[in-house]
């Protein structure tokens, strides 16, 4: 096994909103809001439903990854029901080996909703339901050990036991990789986030906002600073101004491509990181992981959800 993925097993519900849709539900566009079942059904009661797709972040990169021709798996906890049948159809399909038995459990599973601005920004709110209660039980040892990089989500430290899950899949893995997730999962774990980027996480992945957040960073050239420091991977995506690598004194930049019909930022994120891994697994330079890293965002921002 190349990569092993371990994240929040949810499916992606799309519907297109407008900002005023968001001011009405006092949501703050750009971000991920964990909300409650009830909720959930009642925003989603009144919107039309454009896709329902099996999701998570670190599932869309694993997909991605699976797509350019490598042996990947998927670790994520579901219910025995229609929505748990469908996400792991979903992973499947795709050549994801995945890495749970579904049962019945107390909680449903969990699911997103994406709600897209018509700027093409997308706002999440996220029932985890049983995705939320992954624990360190749930870990397959044999496979973690066995992958070249296990490479897990933010997201996961925002419920109680997935954090035993992350621990135990640590201590396991040759090479951890890790996504910030976002803005708002980096503020509220910040002190957690940064010991792990300081300490014990390899590959870092995260937009220019959620680093500067991470080290409260009065400006970009703090986090070039800080992650000098680092031995490490530390990669920045930076909308229109491209990616950044930066590992000790390495400091490899990447160009946006120009003139893209955008039309969903949903997976952007997701499938930098699929591109970047791959080349990491392929032994690509740094250089040409960027740039396949930009190269399959750059394709995902002009469809509809977050998957090729």
Same mark, same amino acid.
């Given at each position: 096994?190349?990569?092993?993925?371990?994240?929040?097993?949810?499916?992606?519900?799309?519907?297109?909103?407008?900002?005023?849709?968001?001011?009405?539900?006092?949501?703050?566009?750009?971000?991920?809001?964990?909300?409650?079942?009830?909720?959930?059904?009642?925003?989603?009661?009144?919107?039309?439903? #454009?896709?329902?797709?099996? &999701?998570?972040?670190?599932?869309?990169?694993?997909?991605?990854?699976?797509?350019? &021709?490598?042996?990947?798996?998927?670790?994520?906890?579901?219910?025995?029901?229609?929505?748990?049948?469908?996400? #792991?159809?979903?992973?499947?399909?795709?050549?994801?080996?995945?890495?749970?038995?579904?049962?019945?459990?107390?909680?449903?599973?969990?699911?997103?909703?994406?709600?897209?601005?018509?700027?093409?920004?997308?706002?999440?709110?996220?029932?985890?339901?049983?995705?939320?209660?992954?624990?360190?039980?749930?870990?397959?040892?044999?496979?973690?050990?066995?992958?070249?990089?296990?490479?897990?989500?933010?997201?996961?430290?925002?419920?109680?036991?997935?954090?035993?899950?992350?621990?135990?899949?640590?201590?396991?893995?040759?090479?951890?990789?890790?996504?910030?997730?976002?803005?708002?999962?980096?503020?509220?774990?910040?002190?957690?986030?940064?010991?792990?980027?300081?300490?014990?996480?390899?590959?870092?992945?995260?937009?220019?906002?959620?680093?500067?957040?991470?080290?409260?960073?009065?400006?970009?050239?703090?986090? @070039?600073?800080?992650?000098?420091?680092?031995? =490490?991977?530390?990669?920045?995506?930076?909308?229109?101004?491209?990616?950044?690598?930066?590992?000790?004194?390495?400091?490899?930049?990447?160009?946006?491509? =120009?003139?893209?019909?955008?039309?969903?930022?949903?997976?952007?994120?997701?499938?930098?990181?699929?591109?970047?891994?791959? &080349?990491?697994?392929?032994?690509?330079?740094?250089?040409?992981?960027?740039?396949?890293?930009?190269?399959?965002?750059?394709?995902? @921002?002009?469809?509809?959800?977050?998957?090729?």
């Amino acid at each position: 096994m190349k990569i092993i993925g371990i994240g929040n097993a949810i499916v992606d519900v799309l519907c297109k909103v407008s900002d005023d849709f968001l001011i009405k539900n006092s949501l703050t566009k750009g971000t991920m809001k964990l909300i409650e079942e009830s909720e959930f059904k009642n925003l989603i009661s009144t919107l039309k439903i #454009e896709e329902t797709i099996s &999701g998570g972040s670190v599932a869309n990169s694993i997909v991605g990854i699976s797509q350019l &021709g490598n042996e990947v798996g998927f670790i994520g906890k579901i219910n025995d029901d229609n929505f748990g049948e469908k996400y #792991e159809e979903g992973l499947l399909k795709e050549n994801v080996k995945y890495f749970y038995k579904k049962k019945k459990e107390p909680d449903n599973t969990g699911s997103c909703l994406i709600l897209i601005t018509p700027d093409s920004e997308r706002t999440m709110c996220a029932f985890l339901g049983t995705a939320g209660k992954i624990s360190a039980e749930d870990i397959n040892e044999k496979v973690i050990m066995n992958s070249k990089i296990t490479f897990l989500e933010g997201y996961l430290w925002d419920k109680g036991s997935p954090k035993s899950a992350f621990d135990k899949a640590i201590k396991l893995s040759k090479i951890t990789a890790m996504s910030l997730s976002d803005q708002f999962c980096v503020e509220r774990h910040k002190d957690n986030f940064l010991e792990l980027v300081k300490n014990k996480i390899d590959i870092v992945f995260g937009n220019e906002q959620e680093f500067i957040s991470l080290i409260n960073a009065k400006s970009f050239d703090e986090v @070039i600073d800080f992650s000098k420091q680092l031995n =490490k991977d530390i990669i920045i995506t930076r909308g229109e101004k491209g990616a950044i690598a930066i590992n000790q004194d390495q400091v490899i930049k990447c160009g946006a491509i =120009k003139n893209l019909n955008i039309k969903d930022l949903t997976g952007a994120g997701d499938l930098f990181a699929a591109g970047y891994l791959h &080349g990491k697994i392929n032994n690509f330079s740094i250089q040409e992981s960027l740039e396949k890293g930009t190269e399959l965002s750059s394709k995902v @921002i002009q469809k509809i959800g977050a998957r090729l």
